[in-house]
Nanobody
Framework: QVQLVESGGGLVQAEGSLRLSCAAS????????MGWFRQAPGKEREFVAA????????YYADSVKGRFTISRDNAKNTVYLQMNSLKPEDTAVYYC?????????????????WGQGTQVTVSS
């Protein structure tokens, strides 16, 4: 089993920053592709960012490119999402996910494990 626990969410003003953390237990994160997704009220879950375990290549949704950065610390079994220049439309529950095999990092159905989510609220 792989357990993922997100932290770092909270309330922040527009143009502010937050860093989300995803701590893994049960298995080593380094052997999995990792992604961040979010779900806003009344909307479906959407892809935010992903990082491959083998190459370290990163992928971003157009809506967050240039503002968010995904990174990984294998020694700590932790994945991060640095969020800068936050906008009210970034308000959502953010979920960390892990995939054994990842052919399309933007598809939530390809991920095998999910965290419980952490709330991010951006005020205007």
């Amino acid at each position: 089993q792989v357990q993922l626990v997100e932290s770092g969410g909270g309330l922040v003003q527009a143009e502010g920053s937050l860093r989300l953390s995803c701590a893994a237990s049960g298995r080593t994160v380094s052997s999995y592709g990792m992604g961040w997704f979010r779900q806003a009220p009344g909307k479906e879950r959407e892809f935010v960012a992903a990082i491959s375990w083998n190459s370290g290549n990163t992928y971003y949704a157009d809506s967050v490119k240039g503002r968010f950065t995904i990174s990984r610390d294998n020694a700590k079994n932790t994945v991060y999402l640095q969020m800068n220049s936050l906008k009210p439309e970034d308000t959502a529950v953010y979920y960390c996910a892990a995939a054994r095999s990842l052919y399309n990092p933007t598809k939530g159905g390809e991920y095998n494990y999910w965290g419980q989510g952490t709330q991010v609220t951006v005020s205007s």
